[in-house]
């Protein structure tokens, strides 16, 4: 089993700048991880409609949306189960629920997990 909690959400000033954090905490077995990723949820969006803002595969390699490239970045560190996303040069159109989202394998199961959410907003 695998825990997922963010912090690092506030409000910030257009410009301005904030890290989330993501700590997996695992319980059991232990999980191959094949994704780790933060999505977003902007205000009024219906149902599950999540943007995937940066993931790491399990390579190393790091993808970033379109909108947030350049601004955000994604960083890990394995020592202590953790996953940042530092966000500069914050828009309005950035205010959302930040979600960390993880896909793992335990044995041969494959699983997916997400944390409860933290929110940023971006305004004046």
């Known amino acids: 089993h695998v825990q997922l909690v963010e912090s690092g959400g506030g409000l910030v000033q257009p410009g301005g700048s904030l890290k989330l954090s993501c700590a997996c905490i695992?319980?059991?077995?232990?999980?191959?991880?094949?994704?780790v990723a933060w999505y977003r949820q902007a205000p009024g969006h219906q149902g599950d409609q999540r943007e995937l803002?940066?993931?790491?595969?399990?390579?190393?390699?790091?993808y970033y949306s379109d909108s947030v490239q350049g601004r955000f970045t994604m960083s890990r560190d394995a020592a202590k189960n953790t996953v940042y996303l530092q966000m500069d040069s914050l828009k309005p159109e950035d205010t959302a629920i930040y979600y960390c989202?993880?896909?793992?394998?335990?044995?041969?199961?494959?699983?997916?997990?997400w944390g409860q959410g933290t929110q940023v907003t971006v305004a004046s």
């Open positions: 695992i319980s059991g077995g232990i999980a191959d991880i094949h994704i």
């Open positions: 989202h993880l896909q793992y394998y335990i044995g041969v199961t494959f699983q997916l997990d």
């Open positions: 803002v940066a993931q790491i595969f399990s390579g190393g390699s790091i």
